[in-house]
């Protein structure tokens, strides 16, 4: 004869499961919360170099921080491939359950156009130097081999789109970063702190 206290352990269980993976608290492990701020601290870090470094143009040598430009993009695009697999196999729920359906939606929405520009803009930047002919190093470890034709107009055009996408992902950077504050001062809802340092997991 079936237990009847069994029967409903099972739903009871499935019930605490579902509020353990939805809870604010649940945090990211040590793994994916240092590769997420080690993409935060290279795409800050790319921002401030791009901003320094002179335009290319028709002519331009690449100097000091054009070639620091093409490094940093190499590793920010290493990093987030990474840090993508990693949370294939150690998958945590994005948004809490507490949020309002809307809000959930759209943090799965940012967070799918955060890692795709993360993606492509690099790969574009890399084919628009090897169009102009210029040596994408790993800080000069290692070249990386032409993506693109030299003077190819497809490169050039890779080069203008990824001006675009650059300056798109870090309008949506400064956005992600004003809904995680708003997520800690003014809902106080505990998302900040899933993903930071010393925060529960």
Do not use: C
């Amino acid at each position: 004869m079936r237990n009847p206290r069994s029967a409903g352990a099972a739903p009871a269980l499935r019930h605490g499961a579902r509020t353990l993976a939805d809870a604010p608290g649940r945090g990211y492990d040590g793994v994916a919360k240092t590769l997420h701020w080690l993409v935060f601290a290279l795409m800050l870090a790319q921002f401030v170099v791009a901003i320094a470094m002179p335009p290319m143009r028709r002519g331009t040598v690449p100097g000091t921080l054009i070639n620091l430009h093409f490094s940093l993009g190499i590793v920010i695009l290493l990093a987030v491939a990474l840090r993508w697999l990693w949370r294939i196999g150690h998958p945590v729920p994005l948004a809490t359950s507490e949020l309002p359906e809307w809000e959930q939606k759209t943090a799965r929405a940012m967070h799918a156009l955060l890692y795709a520009l993360l993606v492509v803009s690099p790969i574009l930047g890399w084919a628009a130097a090897s169009a102009r002919e210029f040596a994408v190093t790993l800080f000069g470890l290692a070249t990386l081999p032409p993506l693109v034709a030299a003077r190819s107009r497809i490169g050039f055009l890779a080069g203008d789109v990824h001006k675009v996408l650059s300056w798109t992902l870090f309008a949506l950077i400064g956005l992600h970063i004003l809904a995680a504050l708003y997520h800690h001062f003014g809902r106080r809802d505990g998302v900040l702190q899933r993903m930071l340092p010393g925060g529960r997991t």
